[in-house]
């Protein structure tokens, strides 16, 4: 199990920029990813973007590309996310979120530890 905090949501204006963060446990392994996902009212939950740990390979939603940047601090264990040009529709709850070991950035369906999310709002 890994456990894993968010920080850094809130409110913003349209076209403004948050960082999120998300603190997670140390593990012994580097072989997983870790991710962000969001979840926006009467809405199904999303993936915004996802990182291998050793940091090579990336994933981001065709709505966010260009936009956010994925990032992790081995040294802290952290992973952020940097979202710029934020827009009203990028209101959500966002999740940080972890494989377990032995998957990939793209194994969307094997992030199984969560955090318990942090609040956007994109004011227009």
């Known amino acids: 199990q890994v456990f894993l905090i968010e920080s850094g949501g809130g409110l913003v204006q349209a076209g403004g920029s948050l960082r999120l963060s998300c603190a997670a446990s140390?593990?012994?392994?580097?072989?997983?990813?870790v991710g962000w996902f969001r979840r926006a009212p009467g809405k199904e939950r999303e993936v915004v973007a996802t990182?291998?740990?050793?940091?090579?390979?990336?994933y981001y939603a065709d709505s966010v590309k260009g936009r956010f940047t994925i990032s992790r601090d081995t040294a802290t264990n952290t992973v952020y996310l940097q979202m710029n040009g934020l827009k009203p529709e990028d209101t959500a709850t966002y999740y940080c979120?972890?494989?377990?070991?032995?998957?990939?950035?793209?194994?969307?369906?094997?992030?199984?530890?969560w955090g318990r999310g942090t609040q956007v709002t994109v004011s227009s």
């Open positions: 979120a972890a494989t377990t070991q032995g998957y990939g950035p793209y194994d969307f369906g094997h992030f199984d530890s």
């Open positions: 990182i291998h740990w050793r940091g090579s390979v990336t």
């Open positions: 140390r593990r012994s392994d580097d072989s997983y990813a």
